[in-house]
């Protein structure tokens, strides 16, 4: 199933989508009432994620306090990490590729191990909402569609055989970056962390509804131009290697967001590179999630 957070008439609470895609259904109309995405998650039981997903094929007459899905607006899943995101790092090889062509670095073809970074995160973006461009600064505003992994109970030197029995579900993110000030500063914090550079959704698909391990289409879009389209089965290091990685040397918490790394076709992997502008519309695509699109404001 398919969970939002959502705002309407002025208020903001948690749903299911219907299984048709076409309402929201409040949790409340189950008796299942948590307050944000972070609380269902850290404390949801098996039984009411049974009753949620019964929910979401019922018809919407039936349901107290259904809304039509045009006229919701759906925020971040989770609209205040608890934490920064927890980002790999050139992981699809032909990203790799075009990252060396635009730094002019020799490429090998070698990809040892994962690179590990933190996306600042007080905030996420919903789909809808805008990219700051932060012009003053910033000068090579990029886009990178990325598979997002929600952890789902606290993960602690996990085998890779394991892993995916720590997975709540997966989103869409959109790692924005500013490139220069990414790579002028020989660390990427600042480059990928400014406000508004985390849009995030529409929706968590909750593990069960995608098989494993997730080869999903990728794509991202910009003005309707097709510049990213992959497959997440390109991943180098795959989403079991992540987790039982990490977590040999860190907890993972429940609500963790990991993003996975984005395929080639970002701005900067073009010849001459094909930056982001003010009111250029970026979407972002997963299979079995959805779509993610924002624009890019003054």
């Keep these: 199933m398919k ?11 948690l749903g299911v ?43 919407p007459y039936t349901i107290r ?28 090889m032909a990203h790799a590729a075009e990252s060396a062509r635009y730094k002019k670095e020799e490429f090998t073809g070698e990809r040892p191990y994962a690179v590990y970074f933190s996306k600042r995160a007080s905030h996420a973006s919903g789909t809808g909402d805008g990219i700051p461009s932060h012009s003053d600064i910033v000068a090579d505003l990029d886009y990178e569609a990325e598979l997002g992994v929600i952890i789902g109970k606290e993960a602690s030197r996990v085998p890779a055989s394991e892993a995916r029995k720590y997975i709540f579900g997966y989103t869409v993110i959109n790692d924005v970056s500013a490139r220069t000030i990414q790579n002028r500063h020989k660390q990427w914090y600042f480059g990928k ?13 909750t593990a069960d509804e995608i098989a494993y391990p997730p080869k999903l289409t990728i794509q991202c879009r910009v003005n309707g131009e097709l510049r990213q389209d992959s497959n997440t089965e390109l991943l180098i290091f795959g989403i079991d290697h992540i987790i039982s990685e990490l977590s040999q040397g860190m907890t993972l918490k429940p609500g963790t967001i990991i993003s996975t790394g984005t395929p080639s076709g970002v ?28 624009k890019v404001t003054e």
């Design 267 to 294: 701005g900067m992997g073009f010849d001459p590179p094909r930056f982001l502008k003010p009111g250029d519309e970026v979407e972002c695509f997963v299979e079995g999630i959805g779509s993610i699109i924002n």
């Design 17 to 59: 989508i219907s299984k048709d895609e076409k309402w929201v259904y409040p949790l409340r109309s189950a008796d299942v009432d948590y307050k944000t995405m972070q609380q269902l998650i850290e404390n949801i039981s098996e039984s009411e994620m049974q009753l949620l997903a019964h929910v979401a094929g019922q018809d």
């Design 193 to 205: 962390g400014m406000d508004g550079f985390l849009p995030m959704g529409p929706c968590i698909t």
């Design 3 to 13: 969970l939002v957070t959502y705002e309407i008439g002025h208020k903001t609470g």
């Design 65 to 92: 306090g259904a809304a039509p899905m045009e006229e919701v607006r759906l925020l971040a899943p989770i609209p205040e990490p608890k934490q920064d995101v927890i980002c790999l790092g050139i992981n699809y």
